[in-house]
Every structure is written in structure tokens, then in C-alpha cells.
């Protein structure tokens, strides 16, 4: 019998499996941040011990850095606090890090990827639930735990009970004004936040294989909304000539040799997957959220489900069933995140608002996710693009994906956001989350309320 891609990965990274137990999976590459390190440091360093391997992890301050004035000391006490801990840390333990002022500084699951650090075949994890996000380069990819950090501090090795296998293929053209959020976003609510618990998802087929990398990063970087584990998508010449190059790439023979190898990560035509959904391209329409959880999702165009298991969640959201969210006023638009702050993201927001003006009603915020990022955006004149449209450009950092940092959404009033999560307060206490694509975000920058993107393209 074949073996799925997750089978391949998980197989030559497996050390021991202990009967009836876990197995001991070795860790390529671990990325930390201030969140969920502090108490991982100190606890090796009770116990008398050192990092087994530092140089195979990576740093970075994303969560609870500012958006504005990086260059200035951090207002906020807690967050001082646990970025100049993850400082102390990081030189006491000889582990490279990204920090503010570094120009490879920026949101941990955007600075992978762009850097080369993220590559095919590896596995990878962080103190992060959407570690999933590196799933779309053929990787093993998930979120760990704050005693499982110190657990690969001290062996470079998790102890993980090996996931089933689900595959997800989806085949044809998407529809104008579909793009990558909208994909998943209606798998989630098709299948339920908790629809492929316990699984690993792969993502297949011609529309997966059309995608560009950052499209397929947003789809794996959602896997986790859905319960899985992780996702992943099969690498391909998409994936190579994304990595080669980068500034931590393998080079020269390095390269050819590690290329060879990336050529054999797929799943084999007569491997079987616990559990297989098929989807057609055309059915997706430009997607929405209504409620607190990422499965709470409607076509931008449909109604809110009359179901008795929402009604908290509409209550929350001062929504009702049956209504339609189009031309909805909101006050907010965040355009950022994990999900939808690359380069790629930018630009379909530029090319859509490029010579016009945001609606007087509602307040943007474009958050890029990396320095280079911004950098980027910068050289191609996007920034001037966006401020010339009334958007305001922050720096780089997680913003208000979440309320952790000073970028929060006031009590009672709506964000359409490019970010992963809606729960409540998950963007300030009483904060109303919906989430959508960034150009469905910008659609609703330029009009106040929530419009149907396909409408202005």
C-alpha cells in the first residue's frame, strides 16, 4: 500500500514509538515567541539544563509589539515585559532572534516562509496553534504547547500521538473575487470548527495546484479554525521556485541535492486517507462570517442560518437569522494577521482601491506582516496607494488579530477582518469579529458597509 505525504514526513522523523503511547518525533525547526517562551526557558533552567540545539531555533516578537513608534520603548507593561524577557532569553541561550528594529523581524508564520527557514519534508513547530501555516510547503506543521516548547528545548524532540489523515481535493476554476481566504472559510463552514479534529489535512487538486504559495499558506494557516491538527499541501515547482533563492535556502549543491529529495514529497496514487472530501471550485462563492467561531460562515451574498445552536452567537453579534449581511455598516476594517498580511495580500487590496477613498464611516488599518513585507510594499508604491485611499499603514506585528497589543476594536462595534479567529472578544472585549478576504475586506473599506467585492471588480 502507498503512503500519504503526512505518512512520508511523519515516518523519517519518528525516533521511537512507545507502545500503546506517543511516538518521539524529531524537530527540524522550532520557532518561538514572547507568548509561549518565558516559562519554557525558566523551566530548563530549574532543572540545570541547556537548549539541546539552539541553532535550529528561531526568534521573533510579533504578539505583543506595537504598530506604531517600534522604535520607542513599549507602553504597555506586560508587553515590555515579555518581549525584553524573550531578549534576555534568546542571547543566554545562543538563539537567533528577530526583534524589533531587526529587518527580519515580523509575525512568526510570515518570517519563516519568506526567509527560506520554512522548507518541504521538514517539521515544525511553535508555541502557536497556526503553526499550521508552513503545512503549504509540504511540511509537518503544528502548534505546541507551552510544555512542549521546553520538551524541545531540552531534547529537540515532541512526544505526539500520530494523527489520521484526511484529504480535501478540490478541482476547477474559482469564480471572480474568490481567492484563497474564501476556499477555507467555506470548507470550515461546510464541515464545522470541528469537522477534521484529530486530523491532518492535506489540500489537493487542480485548484490547490493553481494557487500561489502565499494563497496556499492562508488556506494551511486555517486548518487548525476546522479542529485538524495541521494541513499541508503536496510541494511542487510552485513551492521550489518560491524557496530558491531565499536567504536561508540551501544553495548551489545543497540545493539540487535537497530539490531531489523535495521531488518525492507527494502522496503515492494508491494511498488511502481516513477520510476524503471532494469539492468543486465553482460552488465558492466570496465568503463571510456571522458568528463567534470560524464555521459560522456564509456566501457574502446568503443569509444567516435559522439554527437553535447559534442563537448565543448571534446575540453576541447583535445579529439575527435569516437576515442577509449585505449593506451591514461596520466601523472597522483590519487588513493583517498570519493569514492575509503578505506581499500577495497587499497587492490585490492596492489594485482594488488604487485612485479612490475609503468611505468616511469606517477606519482601515493595514498591517504588514514582516519587515520585508513592508519593505516590499514600500518599494512598489503601495503605501502611497494607501494612504492616498485613507487607509492607515502600521508596522509589523500580529495587531488586532487579537487582543494582546494596543490595536483593539472598541466594545459593540463590527471589524470585517483578514485575520483567522472571531470568537468573542477576540479583538477587544466586545469586539464583533467577521471574517473575510482581504478583498472582500477592502470592498467594504471603500463602500462602509459589507459588499459583495464581485460588484466592483
Not at 75 to 94: A, F, M, P, T, W
Amino acid at each position: 500500500m502507498g503512503k500519504t505525504l503526512f505518512d512520508k514526513i511523519w515516518d523519517k522523523h519518528v525516533v521511537e514509538t512507545i507502545t500503546d503511547g506517543p511516538s518521539v518525533v524529531y524537530i527540524d525547526k522550532h520557532l518561538i515567541h514572547e507568548v509561549t517562551s518565558p516559562q519554557a526557558f525558566k523551566g530548563i533552567e530549574q532543572r540545570g539544563e541547556k537548549l539541546f540545539r539552539p541553532k535550529q531555533t528561531v526568534a521573533t516578537a510579533d504578539h505583543n509589539v506595537p504598530t506604531i513608534n517600534q522604535h520607542l520603548p513599549i507602553k504597555d507593561e506586560l508587553s515590555r515585559i515579555q518581549v525584553e524577557q524573550l531578549i534576555n532569553n534568546c542571547s543566554k541561550h545562543g538563539v537567533e532572534l528577530y526583534g524589533l528594529g531587526h529587518p527580519y523581524q515580523g509575525i512568526v508564520h510570515v518570517i519563516g516562509p519568506e526567509l527560506g527557514i520554512t522548507q518541504p519534508g521538514m517539521t515544525i513547530v511553535c508555541g502557536d496553534s497556526h503553526t499550521s501555516t508552513h503545512g503549504a510547503f509540504g511540511a509537518i506543521a503544528f502548534g505546541i504547547g507551552t510544555s512542549e516548547v521546553e520538551m524541545v528545548f531540552a531534547s529537540q524532540c515532541v512526544l505526539q500521538t500520530k494523527a489520521k489523515t484526511m484529504r480535501i481535493n478540490i478541482e476547477g476554476e474559482l469564480q471572480k473575487g474568490v481567492v484563497s481566504k474564501d476556499i477555507i472559510l467555506y470548507i470550515i463552514a461546510e464541515i464545522s470548527a470541528s469537522g477534521a479534529t484529530g486530523f491532518f489535512v492535506e489540500y489537493s487538486g487542480s485548484t490547490i495546484r493553481a494557487l500561489s504559495m502565499e494563497a496556499r499558506m492562508t488556506i494551511c494557516n486555517m486548518s487548525i479554525e476546522m479542529g485538524a491538527r495541521g494541513g499541508l499541501i503536496a510541494p511542487d515547482e510552485t513551492t521550489f521556485n518560491y524557496v530558491k533563492g531565499r536567504a536561508f535556502a540551501p544553495k548551489n549543491a545543497a540545493w539540487e541535492s535537497k530539490l531531489a529529495q523535495w521531488k518525492e514529497l507527494y502522496s503515492d496514487a494508491d494511498a488511502v486517507f481516513d477520510c476524503e472530501i471532494s469539492i468543486h471550485a465553482a460552488e465558492i462563492h466570496p465568503m463571510i462570517t456571522y458568528g463567534t467561531n470560524p464555521g459560522m460562515g456564509i456566501p457574502i451574498n446568503g443569509q444567516i442560518p435559522q439554527t437553535a445552536d447559534n442563537l448565543k452567537a448571534l446575540h453576541y453579534m447583535g445579529l439575527e437569522s435569516g437576515a442577509s449581511l449585505i449593506g451591514m455598516p461596520v466601523q472597522h476594517i483590519f487588513i493583517g494577521s498570519c493569514t492575509n498580511s503578505r506581499i500577495e495580500d497587499l497587492r490585490e487590496v492596492a489594485q482594488l482601491v488604487k485612485g479612490k477613498k475609503k468611505n468616511d464611516s469606517v477606519k482601515v488599518m493595514i498591517v504588514p506582516g514582516s519587515q520585508q513585507v513592508a519593505k516590499q510594499a514600500n518599494a512598489e508604491g503601495l503605501d502611497r496607494i494607501f494612504a492616498e485611499a485613507g487607509f492607515q499603514i502600521r508596522q509589523a506585528g500580529c495587531s488586532a488579530c487579537l487582543g494582546m497589543n494596543e490595536d483593539k476594536i472598541p466594545a459593540g462595534e463590527y471589524c470585517i477582518s483578514t485575520s483567522n479567529r472571531n470568537f468573542e472578544g477576540r479583538q477587544g472585549a466586545g469586539a464583533r469579529t467577521l471574517l473575510a478576504s482581504p478583498l472582500t475586506a477592502a470592498a467594504a473599506a471603500l463602500t462602509g458597509v459589507v459588499t459583495d467585492v464581485r460588484e466592483l471588480l
